[in-house]
């Protein structure tokens, strides 16, 4: 599935790169450690910062295992071009049976759509905490 979303050597790259991630979430942010730790945080980038830091790994692979391992219903969604690549949901969100298609575009007022309009960066003051799917770990 990932495989054919790649319409290129960047985008094959950029796919690669996330399952990496996502294989990195599970070796440095091991479930029982982490999920006491991510659940004294609100859900947004300054938790995943956080996070990041004390456990020595990328935002990307803390934002995975951060959704994933949240009671809370919310997901990490990560996009590329504004196309949405790969996406962590929590349980509730697993469990309600919400979807978020790969291949789909960003949705206008995204986190993912409104950093990718201002060059695709934030800074950690403009960063979106909540109130989007895309581009973040978001509350539903």
């Known amino acids: 599935r990932l495989h054919a979303l790649s319409s ?3 985008t094959h790259y950029a796919i690669l790169h996330i ?3 996502v294989f990195a979430a599970e ?3 091991p479930y029982e450690r982490f999920k006491p730790m991510a659940d004294a945080y609100d ?3 300054l938790a995943l910062d956080e996070l990041a830091s004390k ?3 990328s935002v990307t692979s803390t934002g995975s295992r951060f959704a994933a391992a949240s009671d809370l219903p919310c ?3 990560l996009s590329q071009g504004g196309i949405i690549r790969y996406a962590s949901r929590s349980k509730t969100l697993r469990e309600a049976g919400a979807w978020i298609r790969l291949g789909a575009s960003a949705p206008t007022g995204s986190s993912a759509q409104v950093a990718r309009s201002q060059g695709g960066q934030y800074t950690n003051e403009r ?3 909540c109130g989007s799917l895309t581009g973040a770990v978001a509350a539903l």
Do not use: E, Y
């Open 8 to 10: 290129s050597k960047t």
């Open 43 to 45: 859900i947004g980038f």
């Open 27 to 29: 070796l440095l942010l």
């Open 127 to 129: 960063r979106p905490t």
């Open 75 to 77: 997901a990490f969604v």
């Open 19 to 21: 399952l990496c991630d």
């Open 55 to 57: 456990f020595q790994a």
